[in-house]
Every structure is written in C-alpha cells, then in structure tokens.
C-alpha cells in the first residue's frame, strides 16, 4: 500500500520562501508523474505542478510559474516543491499524489496523505 507524507509547509511572510517535500514508500516511484495540489479554505482541491517521471516534462499552473520550483528525487522517493516570492493566496494546504503521466494530472494514483498547511500572511 502506497504511503504519501508531505512535509515542509509553515508560517511566512508574502515574499518568504518555503521548500516541500513529499515522500513516497509502498510502490515504484519512479514509473509515476508527480503532481503537488492544493486547497484553500473553502475552495476545490487545484493543480499546483507536476513533473514526469524523468524530469524531462514539468508543468505549472500559471499563478505559480516564475515562482515555484518542482523536482523529484527517484532514488529518494520523494518530490519537492521550492516555493519563492509567496503570496498570501498561496495560503492552504498543499498534497502530493501520483498520476500515470503529467497529461493525466486529473486522475491521482493514491490516496491522499494529510498534506502540510502554507500560510502566508501579508
């Protein structure tokens, strides 16, 4: 059974950085795209960012790019999210799950871990 532990997430200032990282256990990791969401207060679960399995294919929402950073680390079994120049409507709670490829974000492989909250305040 496959396990997701994200962690990393905290309290910062809007233009203050944080890095997330998202550990896998339980299957192949490297066979999969990693994707990172989040959910705001109130609001849907969103696409924040995903990579394919080698790295050679990596897509961002268009509120992030220029300012997050997505990597993964196979031997690692963990994904990262490099998060700079925070907005406070970055503020939520960020998941990492698996997907067959970055063309099929939409359909996540896991279940869903218990993410790690991002509070920016402004």
């Known amino acids: 059974q496959v396990q997701l532990v994200e962690s990393g997430g905290g309290l910062v200032q809007a233009g203050g950085s944080l890095r997330l990282s998202c550990a896998a256990s339980?299957?192949?990791?490297?066979?999969?795209?990693m994707v990172w969401f989040r959910q705001a207060p109130g609001k849907e679960r969103e696409f924040v960012a995903t990579?394919?399995?080698?790295?050679?294919?990596?897509v961002y929402t268009d509120s992030v790019k220029g300012r997050f950073t997505i990597s993964r680390d196979n031997a690692k079994k963990t994904v990262y999210l490099q998060m700079n120049s925070l907005k406070p409507e970055d503020t939520g709670v960020y998941y990492c799950?698996?997907?067959?490829?970055?063309?099929?974000?939409?359909?996540?492989?896991?279940?869903w871990g218990q993410g790690t909250q991002v509070t920016v305040s402004s």
């Open positions: 799950n698996a997907a067959e490829s970055t063309y099929r974000v939409g359909v996540p492989v896991d279940d």
């Open positions: 990579i394919s399995w080698n790295g050679g294919r990596i």
């Open positions: 339980g299957r192949t990791f490297s066979g999969y795209a």
